[in-house]
């Protein structure tokens, strides 16, 4: 082997690449052939061209596109190139915080497929603790109470639109829920305009986020979209016989949801979720 004459399968070999990655080098001008036999028009790299296609290689690896590896390598600006590498390190972190931000809500996903399986049947109260909630909430102008599926559906959408005006990954768009401040359930009314979705504990981004304080919460289970004022009414009912008072907002979170089928509505299995603690 003439390592100051390698073919372009010698050269491949030796890099641990394909001769189409080469060839493909040659074409962006990234990397040429060293010398062309003017008789048989052979191709012939030299073997220390392999530092360049290291280089190529590295960069390549980390995501910076052969463009501008092209102008970089053609510049022969260390300090530039450093620069380059600096952007591609923070869309790098970005990337894995948005890897990271899907990953929490695929894992919440599951978490609440399995929490489901231990929860209550739909009708029953039942008390629990429940720790604090980090959650990003959208106003709407309407009253959720006041909307069928359809105009629900009207505040999904809403949300949604914050959420992407956000530049907020979609993968937050599950889990979405409703509450209703605390002002209007001590006068034993619902009334909703408000909807969200949980973040993780150190989210920090654009939009309005609020701590949903940890506490204990009467809760209820069901899966009848169109009774949940029914429920919402009843456990008040329940608090206000029991003597507890009201600590807090009123959330009904979606539990699981599943696939809708064309115009049909939502199926959702939802838990309505109250603060309260002993009257003093």
Avoid: W
């Amino acid at each position: 082997m003439d390592i100051q004459r390698l073919t372009v399968g010698q050269m491949a070999r030796l890099n641990r690449v394909t001769p189409e990655t080469l060839r493909h080098y040659d074409r962006e001008k990234l990397l040429q052939p060293r010398f062309i036999d003017e008789t048989t028009g052979y191709r012939y790299y030299h073997i220390n061209q392999s530092a360049r296609l290291d280089m190529i290689l590295y960069l390549q690896a980390h995501g910076v596109p052969l463009k501008q590896i092209r102008h970089h390598l053609k510049n022969s600006d260390p300090e530039a190139l450093c620069g380059l590498l600096r952007d591609q390190l923070n869309a790098i972190d970005e990337n894995i915080r948005r890897l990271r931000q899907s990953r929490n809500a695929i894992t919440r996903m599951i978490a609440n497929h399995e929490r489901r399986k231990s929860l209550p049947l739909s009708h029953t109260p039942y008390y629990e603790y429940l720790p604090s909630r980090r959650i990003y909430t959208h106003r709407t102008d309407k009253d959720f109470f006041e909307q069928d599926d359809s105009g629900y559906e009207l505040m999904l959408r809403e949300l949604k639109q914050s959420l992407v005006a956000s530049n907020l990954p979609i993968s937050y768009f599950c889990n979405v829920g409703t509450l209703v401040r605390q002002r209007y359930l001590e006068k034993q009314q619902l009334f909703s305009d408000e909807v969200f979705f949980f973040v993780e504990d150190d989210f920090v981004g654009p939009g309005v986020v609020e701590n949903l304080p940890a506490g204990m919460h009467i809760c209820l289970c069901a899966d009848d979209f169109s009774k949940e004022a029914e429920y919402g009414n009843f456990l008040l009912n329940v608090i206000e016989k029991s003597g507890l008072v009201i600590a807090g907002d009123y959330v009904c979170e979606v539990v699981e949801e599943f696939p809708g089928f064309d115009a049909a509505p939502r199926s959702l299995f939802f838990n309505i979720q109250i603060p309260v603690q002993k009257s003093t």
